[in-house]
């Protein structure tokens, strides 16, 4: 692997030397003014543009469409009115008005011809001296502007992401304070935002939050994929429960990843290959490729993504002689095929497909040497990905219609170490398999002129079965798995009016009917007959409306205050408890939440944001251990989550950004359900031979939410300068968080969190080369980012997830 990526390397160093030229980009503006355009062009070329006459703000400029250089999109844009543009940088611009015509005959200039003055043009302004950028929240179905948007949204470009290093999920978490994940490995995780975090493991419950690629829904009850993010154009992020526009399965809120369209103007090629090298653990490496190719000239265009990436190990077992055993393995791809049907009618048709195999499990043992785990278990784990999806839309008037489809099919197998310390070999493997079909219709009237408005329909159907099997090394036998099927309708609609200049309301409702379905799998059929009155068989139907209402005020160009009410549910479903099957019952979020904003991204030297937040989350679906030492799920019972987070983003110099927020979290379950508050928990292994069980009162651990760290702060700078004919950027970040739980319960109880994490990254070249250097914990910290290894060993002393020790990485990229 590594002299295949050394050849890369060199090859693409060989190829640096190609002449430059200006790069080309997707470029979609509609027509309007100069000050509804700039801000787009400015977010999808990655320019900053300036504006020297304030007048022109008003001028009506053409729409533009295609793949093109910057000089030619504004020259386009531009056609036909009074300015022109001029580059005053690398990626910088100035719009200025044309100089004026002469209308005198060519003559010879007389002594009494009078020259008329020039008038002196007054200074631009100190907004003049910053990019304007209208930053669109497309999350919002309505394309709703940012400075119109009541709530906490965060755009990530998607170049900014894979700075320095693509790194999936992690490179998002390393830019947001207020998302958390488990860290049990790529394609394992749980994902968390605000707070609203259930359980550590892997089984029926749906995830709190909703991930989206574009506007196809990646998974329901599954975990986070962990899609490697080449060639995304951006990720939004919405914060707090979305469940009138996206429904169920968002009670925390959305990750939207948006992926660059397929572009019919131009042929494109992109790629990038990296060498790392891992202290105290074994190098790794990445390469990558993007191609865009026109079909004919009908506007037909298919766009392709592949990537193979393997991350070096650094844990080592010497209880089997094995060093650095825990390297992960990720190859996958995506590609979309554009269609233009002609009169205004496009159909995009692509596909996913991911791979993840970790060689073993990446946690170490508490007391034991740094980065060191005895087991006498590979802990191997493998995450398969797979989705086709549809998509067809159509334009016309102030219209949108637009309609996505997708099939996905998502496997992922774990092994776990279930050896009692100083015994036999005793293992624990688990499958989950998911098929999921998902479709969402919907009409839209993008926001303008005060107002825009949603209605759409969706439909998902989802299964899931759950096997599990315990024994030796050679022989294992199947214990209870379960199997969950939901099938899902709804409809909903959302409509933002400006009810009085600078106010804005927002409202929408969304009613959902749901069949849910389960029945045990791999049950004894003694245990089956016995009258025990717990069915292995369930099925039942749930209805649920999700209401929204939203006021924004604005109350000058700089300052603005929102209030928002907002709830999420999730459906019940079937979970193991011991060797029987048990049903749990659907949770619900509702949230209000309140916030301010200042200044303007992008636009203003400073900005920041701050909001509060106060759930209330009844029923919670939670995992704990059940009597036989197996993860089950119950109801635990109700909870509050009271969050406030906040942003600040300074640049005071060209060239110079700098960013901090923060996040404080106060959890805590509330109210017991009846059967954890009445009777005691019985905690001890999954095998009559191993250490004698634990009674423990429910009572005794359960306060905080597990995985809800109680604050976190990232703080980030960046820089970029000309030097010569090369451009040179430079980030560096440092993450801090704060401690939390892994779960509840004596074994689960464990504290976790409470650690630094810092990187740099630096790059120099141009937009068809460049030469980058990355180096991530600079410190070489430990930490503790996630405390569960496996919950099957009694009397070890704990684990800990540390983190990737320091990381030097070093690539090429080019492109044509």
């Known amino acids: 692997m590594i002299a295949r990526l050394l050849s890369i390397l060199l090859l693409l160093s060989l190829a640096m030397p190609v002449a430059a030229r200006e790069e080309s980009r997707s470029i979609d503006l509609p027509r309007g003014t100069l000050l509804q355009s700039l801000p787009l062009l400015g977010r999808q070329a ?8 304030s007048k022109l703000w008003q001028s009506a400029v053409k729409p533009v469409r295609g793949r093109m250089s910057v000089s030619k999109a504004l020259d386009r844009m531009l056609s036909g009115t009074d300015a022109h543009a001029i580059r005053v940088g690398a990626t910088s611009w100035r719009i200025e008005r044309r100089p004026p015509r002469t209308n005198l005959p060519n003559r010879k200039k007389r002594s009494n011809d009078k020259i008329p003055p020039v008038k002196a043009q007054p200074p631009p302004n100190a907004t003049d001296q910053y990019p304007v950028e209208e930053i669109v929240v497309s999350a919002s179905k309505i394309n709703t502007p940012y400075r119109k948007y009541a709530g906490v949204v965060t755009i990530l470009d998607g170049a900014d992401l894979e700075f320095g290093g693509e790194r999936g999920m992690d490179s998002i978490l390393s830019r947001m304070a207020t998302i958390s994940s488990t860290h049990l490995g790529s394609g394992r995780n749980k994902l968390f935002i605000r707070g609203i975090a259930d359980s550590s493991f892997t089984g029926p419950t749906q995830a709190t939050v909703g991930q989206y690629l574009g506007d196809i829904r990646l998974s329901y009850n599954a975990p986070d994929p962990d899609l490697r993010l080449y060639d995304i154009d951006r ?33 494109e090629l992109i790629a990038s290959a990296g060498v790392s090298l891992v202290q105290h653990g074994s190098p790794g490496g990445d390469i990558s490729a993007t191609a865009n190719i026109p079909i004919t000239e009908n506007g037909h265009a298919l766009r392709l993504t592949g990537y193979s990436i393997s991350e070096g190990g650094y844990i080592d077992n010497p209880l089997l002689g094995q060093h650095d055993v825990n390297r992960t393995n990720i190859y996958g791809g995506r590609g979309t095929l554009r269609l233009d049907l002609g009169d205004s009618w496009t159909a995009e048709v692509g596909g996913i497909y991911q791979s993840i195999e970790a060689e073993d499990a990446q946690y170490a043992d508490k007391g034991a040497p740094p980065l ?53 070999l005793r293992l624990f493997d688990q499958n989950n398999d998911t098929r999921m079909f998902t479709s969402e219709t919907r009409l839209s009237r993008p926001y303008q002129d005060g107002l825009g408005w949603v209605v759409g ?52 409702l969304r009613y959902s009917h749901a069949r849910l379905g389960g029945g045990a799998e791999n049950v004894d059929a003694l245990l089956a007959l016995a009258p025990t009155g717990r069915a292995i068989t369930a099925k039942r139907k749930e209805e649920d409306l999700s209401p929204s209402l939203s006021l924004l005020a604005t109350l000058s160009s700089n300052l603005s205050f929102y209030a928002r009410y907002q709830e999420g549910f999730r459906p019940g479903g079937l979970s193991i408890d011991g060797s029987f099957v048990q049903r749990f019952r659907n949770d619900r979020v509702s949230t209000y939440d309140a916030g301010m904003r200042f200044g303007q991204k992008g636009v203003t030297p400073f900005d920041a944001t701050i909001s ?17 030492g197996f993860p089950t799920t119950a109801n635990i019972g109700d909870g509050k989550i ?23 979290n106060e959890s805590r379950v509330t109210q017991l359900s009846p059967a954890l508050s009445l009777a005691a928990v019985t905690f001890g292994g999954p095998a009559a031979d191993l250490s004698p069980p634990v009674f423990v009162s429910a009572t005794g651990r359960l306060g905080r939410i597990p995985n809800v760290a109680s604050h976190a702060i990232r703080g980030s700078a960046n820089y970029a300068i000309v030097i010569g004919e090369e451009d040179f950027r430079i980030q560096g970040w440092a993450n801090y968080v704060g401690p939390s739980r892994v779960g509840i319960g004596p074994i689960l109880g464990e504290g976790q969190g409470d650690y630094v994490d810092t990187g740099i990254a630096a790059r120099i070249g141009n937009q068809r080369r460049g030469l980058t250097f990355t180096l991530t914990n600079l410190l070489d910290s430990r930490g503790n980012r996630f405390a569960l290894g496996t919950p099957f060993v009694p009397g070890s002393n704990g684990y800990l997830t540390p983190l990737r020790p320091r990381t030097i990485r070093i690539a090429v990229d080019v492109a044509y």
């Open 372 to 424: 060191t785990r005895s087991s006498l278990v590979e802990q191997r784990a493998k995450a398969r990905y797979g989705s086709a999806m549809l998509v067809v839309m159509k334009d016309w008037g102030d219209l949108h219609f637009q309609s996505s489809n997708a099939y996905v099919d998502h496997h992922l197998y774990e092994r776990f170490d279930a050896s009692p310390v100083d015994d036999m």
């Open 642 to 664: 009271t969050s406030i987070s906040g942003a600040i983003a300074l640049r005071p110099l060209a060239g110079l950004s700098l960013e901090l927020g923060a996040v404080y």
């Open 235 to 267: 990720v939004e992020i919405l914060e707090g429960p979305q469940g009138t526009l996206y429904g169920a399965g968002s009670l925390g809120g959305i990750i939207r990843m948006i992926p660059k369209a397929p572009d019919p103007s131009e042929t």
């Open 46 to 53: 990655g320019i900053s543009i300036s504006v020297a006459d």
């Open 457 to 508: 329909t969706s439909f998902v159907d989802n299964r899931t079965r759950q096997a599990r099997a315990f024994g030796g090394e050679t022989i294992r036998s199947a214990i209870t798995g379960v199997s969950n099927w939901i099938t899902e309708y709804t409809v909903y609609g959302e409509a933002s009016v400006e009810l009085i200049p600078d106010i804005v309301a927002a409202g929408g």
């Open 612 to 628: 509060v937040s106060h759930s209330r989350w009844r029923d919670i679906q939670a995992d704990f251990i059940d009597v036989n």
